[in-house]
């Protein structure tokens, strides 16, 4: 079982950053794919981003949020992090990080490829 727990949501203006942090407790697979999603008001959750660890490591960005977010991990905190930075409007959602076994291009984005996910984090980008 693995248990996910997100924080570091808050408010900023426009064009400000957040770094939102998602800790991992519980078993963790030797090999682990772990995705940030985001749901607006209205609007069904997206995938923002994802890292896969396996014999090496692929990050994914959905292209609204390339050169903006950064995904990235520390292993020895076993946590996983999203930099926010030119946050917009339309950045505005609760993000929720996931884990899986495997993901890849074509399925990252995929909600039923995720076996774990954390309760998310409100992240607000106003104009």
């Known amino acids: 079982q693995v248990q996910l727990v997100e924080s570091g949501g808050g408010s900023v203006q426009a064009g400000g950053s957040l770094r939102l942090s998602c800790a991992a407790s519980?078993?963790?697979?030797?090999?682990?794919?772990m995705g940030w999603f985001r749901q607006a008001p209205g609007k069904e959750r997206e995938g923002v981003a994802a890292?896969?660890?396996?014999?090496?490591?692929?990050?994914y960005y959905v292209d609204s949020v390339k050169g903006r977010f950064t995904i990235y991990q520390d292993n020895a905190e076993n946590t996983m992090y999203l930099q926010m930075n030119n946050l917009k409007p339309e950045d505005t959602a609760v993000y929720y990080c996931?884990?899986?076994?495997?993901?890849?291009?074509?399925?990252?984005?995929?909600?039923?490829?995720?076996?774990?996910w954390g309760q998310g984090t409100q992240v607000t980008a106003s104009s």
């Open positions: 996931a884990a899986a076994r495997y993901c890849s291009s074509t399925n990252w984005r995929v909600q039923s490829v995720y076996d774990y």
């Open positions: 890292r896969y660890t396996g014999g090496e490591t692929t990050v």
């Open positions: 519980g078993y963790i697979y030797s090999n682990i794919c």
